[in-house]
């Protein structure tokens, strides 16, 4: 129970890097066909995952995770929400909802084991910003550099790129919706970044917030 009471106070006093942006966010999100949403989604679970796909260990790794992407640009997708996004031949980034944080690090470290690689709770490290609407792909654009069309960046497709200078994962989660995944240090950068390139579709809606 000690223990119980002890982390619920602790959640309770999280802030996340972004917290300070969410009014802004809230007031210069647009709805409409040229609409464009943005906002934080804090404390997700993320771990860093460096080791072979093929080893022994990254096959113990996947069970846990429900499969390791074997290729760039792939997402896979496991059980409990857990999703893995490729950042390169032997290095992974695992999300999952923020109750997966008391779990899903630990179960990750024990099937590593002795094994070669690396293991690392990130949750702390990264914020996630999600865009969507019909005008979330317009407003990337203006500041990273990839081919974001969907015939080269189709729905459950990630790259690193970067968007406003700042290096982050992109996962595309649907057709007009797109999560970012900026570390903490840049968030404040980044949110404020996406706010302006939200302006050129909240002027006819809402001159005074220019």
């Known amino acids: ?17 972004a917290e300070h942006l969410w009014t802004d966010f809230t007031v210069g999100s647009v709805a409409g066909e040229r609409g464009v949403t943005l906002r ?7 771990v860093g995952i460096r080791v072979d796909p093929v080893s022994e260990a990254g096959v113990r790794l996947a069970d846990v995770t429900g499969g390791l992407p ?21 290095d992974f980034l ?13 179960l990750l470290v024990a099937a590593l084991g002795d094994g070669a690689g690396q293991v690392v709770d990130l949750s702390s490290n990264r914020t996630t910003f999600e865009l969507s609407g019909p005008s979330a792909r317009a407003v990337l654009e203006k500041s990273c550099a990839a ?12 790259i690193t790129t970067e968007v406003g200078k700042v290096p982050t994962p992109l996962w595309k989660t649907g057709e007009e919706t797109f999560m ?15 706010l302006d390139g ?9 001159p005074s917030w220019l």
């Open 1 to 17: 129970m000690a223990n119980s009471v002890n982390n619920t106070g602790v959640a309770a006093l999280r802030r996340s890097p």
């Open 40 to 46: 934080e989604v804090p404390f997700q679970t993320m």
């Open 70 to 90: 074997v290729r760039c640009g792939e997402v896979t997708t496991g059980p409990a929400g857990v999703s893995v996004l490729w950042l390169g031949p032997d």
């Open 94 to 106: 695992a999300i999952a909802p923020g109750d997966a944080q008391d779990r899903l690090p630990g």
């Open 147 to 158: 081919d974001l069309h969907p015939r080269s960046f189709a729905v459950g497709t990630a």
């Open 180 to 194: 970012l995944f900026p570390r903490a240090s840049l968030a404040d950068h980044l949110g404020r970044w996406l």
């Open 198 to 206: 939200l302006k050129e579709f909240a002027s006819d809606r809402n």
